[in-house]
């Protein structure tokens, strides 16, 4: 029987109540060609230190858990061969930007916060009567928005962004394309609520179109397009409102 | 309850970390060659409000090999500067969809680029014509 | 509710800026430093005085040439701007001054030196 391959995994530790900084540890973890980063992490939990923490769920790249940096790339873990690394060592981190909990996990309250303030939800462009029947809407309508509904909160898009990096008060990608995503829905009417998170420096004018967030992204959401769009509107109703005698 | 403390990381030497950085840099960096061209061009309008001696001068200083040589390679920043400029254009536009098709962004690069050698051309023409 | 940036009326003038000079800053730099000083085409005529001054006596080039001159100016500024931003200085007075200060006087003489060109 020929021995199996192994690879060496890097693997950023930090642990708030014992270590004053984070620390690379190192383990060898035996592996075949259909094995992900994910599992190669599972292995050293299983086997190697139970004390390894990280989030994960769904293993196929749908629920967004476990984004991490890897090899120095944002990426999801269960989306990276542990093949592709050869031969190692394969640095793991936690997410960029993010301020490390524990090991490869990261605090994203602030994420969470910002997904409320873009009020990710319809508010009906006309009010409707439940016995009006359903929304009627047509491919070209849901072409408008669909790319940016395919978001799973993974955050590689926030360890992408330099911008966040530098002021986290930044609303970020994700958030402006849940932002976008709603405003592009025909049956929504919440627009201008909506551009007042937007038109703040902590809005999109933070961004400077570096672009890699949609680079990373692992759903071609492509937020750069909906920060950058949601920049020219914003811009445009800078000067509008003028013509508009408001503000 | 186990003690938290968030470690939060350093941003400095962010940009070196990754190709992808790099090379926004380098599209940012862009800037004070355009402002020094801008300011080479401003200066020769000043000389020419100035008179025909010290037009002269400004003249004679563009003709050296130093001022030569630094407009050699503002035109290479400028052409960079079209490219990468847009490059990051269809970020910015809400999707054009031609019969029934989107425009990839490939595409709208390659034709915005085309239309600047098309502008371009037109200035040398133009610049001919009056000159 | 966060105070409105005042981002888009800088941002614009970088659009604008950037936009011209994508469309013809490399033709403009070659034309005006190095066909002119070396005779190239229309440079032979570019490079004395009475075939200068003809060209910028006209209203459409004082126009093109004023718009080279200031929006490349507001287009760089504000780029440098948040370049000083990225490489994590917090940008102040100082940074405003040399990077738009600049632009609006490099605005201000273009306008004075295009104007004592004549017409």
């Known amino acids: 029987m020929p021995e199996p391959r192994t690879i060496v995994l890097a693997v950023l530790r930090y642990d708030g109540a014992n270590d004053v900084a984070p620390r690379f540890e190192s383990f060898e973890v035996p592996f075949t060609d259909d094995m992900s980063v994910l599992q190669g992490l599972q292995y050293v939990k299983d086997h190697l230190d139970g004390t390894l923490t990280f989030r994960w769920s769904c293993r196929m790249a749908i629920c967004g858990s476990c984004g991490m940096m890897v090899g120095g790339v944002p990426r999801l873990a269960c989306r990276s061969f542990l093949r592709d690394f050869l031969p190692g060592p394969l640095t793991v981190e936690p997410l960029t930007h993010f301020p490390i909990e524990r090991d490869l996990v990261v605090e994203i309250d602030d994420f969470v916060g910002k997904l409320g303030r873009v009020k990710p939800w319809i508010e009906p462009r006309v009010a409707r009567a439940l016995d009006e029947g359903a929304y009627r809407q047509s491919p070209g309508e849901l072409d408008r928005f669909e790319s940016f509904s395919h978001c799973i909160n993974c955050l590689l898009c926030y360890a992408a962004c330099p911008q966040y990096g530098l002021d986290p008060k930044f609303l970020g990608p994700a958030a402006t394309a849940l932002l976008q995503r709603y405003n592009l829905d025909s049956r929504d009417g919440g627009a201008k609520e909506r551009m007042q998170a937007a038109h703040s420096e902590e809005g999109v004018w933070g961004c400077t179109a570096v672009g890699y967030c949609s680079e990373v992204c692992p759903k071609a959401v492509d937020p750069a397009n909906a920060v950058n769009r949601t920049k020219t509107e914003s811009a445009v109703d800078w000067f509008a409102r003028f013509a508009r005698g408001d503000d | 309850m186990a003690v938290r403390r968030p470690y939060v990381r350093t941003m400095d030497g962010w940009w070196r970390r990754d190709p992808f950085f790099v090379r926004y840099m380098a599209r940012e960096m862009t800037a004070p060659f355009v402002a020094l061209y801008a300011l080479v061009l401003l200066a020769g309008l000043v000389c020419l409000a100035l008179g025909p001696a010290a037009y002269e001068d400004y003249v004679e200083v563009l003709a050296s090999p130093a001022s030569l040589a630094l407009h050699v390679a503002l035109v290479g920043v400028l052409v960079y500067h079209t490219f990468t400029w847009f490059q990051i254009m269809p970020k910015t536009m809400p999707p054009i969809v031609l019969r029934g098709r989107r425009l990839s962004a490939a595409a709208i690069t390659s034709g915005a680029v085309a239309v600047a050698a098309l502008c371009m051309a037109v200035l040398w023409l133009l610049a001919g014509w009056l000159a | ?119």
């Open chain 3, 1 to 119: 509710m966060s105070r409105r940036s005042s981002q888009p009326f800088y941002w614009a003038l970088f659009g604008a800026g950037g936009m011209l000079s994508a469309l013809v800053g490399a033709m403009m730099v070659f034309t005006t430093g190095l066909a002119l000083p070396l005779g190239i085409g229309p440079g032979a005529r570019l490079s004395t005085y009475e075939g200068a001054s003809a060209i910028v006596r006209s209203l459409p080039a004082k126009l093109f040439l004023f718009a080279v001159v200031s929006l490349f100016l507001w287009h760089a500024a504000h780029r440098m701007y948040h370049t000083v931003h990225d490489f994590g200085i917090r940008p102040g007075a100082i940074a405003w001054t040399c990077c738009y200060g600049v632009a609006l006087l490099g605005t201000l003489v273009a306008l004075v030196a295009l104007f004592a060109a004549g017409f």
